[in-house]
T-cell receptor
Framework: KQEVTQIPAALSVPEGENLVLNCSFTDSAIYNLQWFRQDPGKGLTSLLLIQSSQREQTSGRLNASLDKSSGRSTLYIAASQPGDSATYLC?????????FGSGTKLNVKP | GAGVSQSPSNKVTEKGKDVELRCDPI?????LYWYRQSLGQGLEFLIYFQGNSAPDKSGLPSDRFSAERTGGSVSTLTIQRTQQEDSAVYLCASSPAGANVLTFGAGSRLTVL
C-alpha cells in the first residue's frame, strides 16, 4: 500500500524567507502528484500538478519538483508571505486512488 | 456548477442518529471521491465512483457507512447509527475523465454528540 510522508509536520518562518516542504512516497509507480493548500476550516485548493513524466512545475512563487525513482517531491515557496500560512498537503495518484500525506502546517510571521 | 458543492456545511447530531451528506460535483466530472479528515489528521479515503462502474468501497470504515451516486452526478454519503468517532470533516472531490486531477468541495463538518 502507498505510504505518503510529509516532513516537517510544522514550520514557522519569518516573512520573506524561501522555504522547502518535503513529500516522500513508498511506491514509485505513480501517475501524478498534486500539491494542495488547506486553510483552517476550508477544503483543499490545488496548487500544482506534476505528471509522472515531468520533473517540475512552477506557478508564481511556487515550484514543485518530482523525483519518482527516489520517491520524493518538494514544494519550494519563494519570498514567503503571511498569506502563505496554511497546511500544505501532497497527494500521489496510482491505481485510481489518491494517497495523501498528513500535511505540513506553515506559519509565516510578519 | 462552477465548483464542487457540499451540503450541509455543518451538521450536529446525536449519537445513534442517521445522517446524510451531499456532494454535487463539477458538471461533466466522471470521477467522484469521498474522504474523511479527523481533527489534526490526514485525509482518509472512503469511496470512489467512476462513471457507471461499480464503486470502490474499500475505504468505508464499517457497514454503517454507505454511499450512492445517482445518474452519474450527485452523491450522498449516509452514516447510520452515528458514533462519536464519526465526528470529522467529510470532503468530496471530483475529477474529469482521464485527467486524474482532484477538485475538492469545502467539506461537511459532522459533530456527533
Amino acid at each position: 500500500k502507498q505510504e505518503v510522508t510529509q516532513i516537517p509536520a510544522a514550520l514557522s518562518v519569518p516573512e520573506g524567507e524561501n522555504l522547502v516542504l518535503n513529500c516522500s512516497f513508498t511506491d514509485s509507480a505513480i501517475y501524478n502528484l498534486q500539491w494542495f493548500r488547506q486553510d483552517p476550516g476550508k477544503g483543499l485548493t490545488s496548487l500544482l500538478l506534476i505528471q509522472s513524466s515531468q520533473r517540475e512545475q512552477t506557478s508564481g512563487r511556487l515550484n514543485a519538483s518530482l523525483d519518482k525513482s527516489s520517491g520524493r517531491s518538494t514544494l519550494y515557496i519563494a519570498a514567503s508571505q503571511p498569506g502563505d500560512s496554511a497546511t500544505y498537503l501532497c497527494a500521489v495518484h496510482n491505481f485510481n486512488k489518491f494517497y495523501f500525506g498528513s500535511g505540513t502546517k506553515l506559519n509565516v510571521k510578519p | 456548477g462552477a465548483g464542487v458543492s457540499q451540503s450541509p456545511s455543518n451538521k450536529v447530531t446525536e449519537k445513534g442518529k442517521d445522517v446524510e451528506l451531499r456532494c454535487d460535483p463539477i458538471s461533466g466530472h466522471t470521477a467522484l471521491y469521498w474522504y474523511r479528515q479527523s481533527l489534526g489528521q490526514g485525509l482518509e479515503f472512503l469511496i470512489y465512483f467512476q462513471g457507471n462502474s461499480a464503486p470502490d468501497k474499500s475505504g468505508l470504515p464499517s457497514d454503517r457507512f454507505s454511499a450512492e451516486r445517482t445518474g452519474g452526478s450527485v452523491s450522498t454519503l449516509t452514516i447510520q447509527r452515528t458514533q462519536q468517532e464519526d465526528s470529522a470533516v467529510y470532503l468530496c472531490a471530483s475529477s474529469p475523465a482521464g485527467a486524474n486531477v482532484l477538485t475538492f468541495g469545502a467539506g461537511s463538518r459532522l459533530t456527533v454528540l
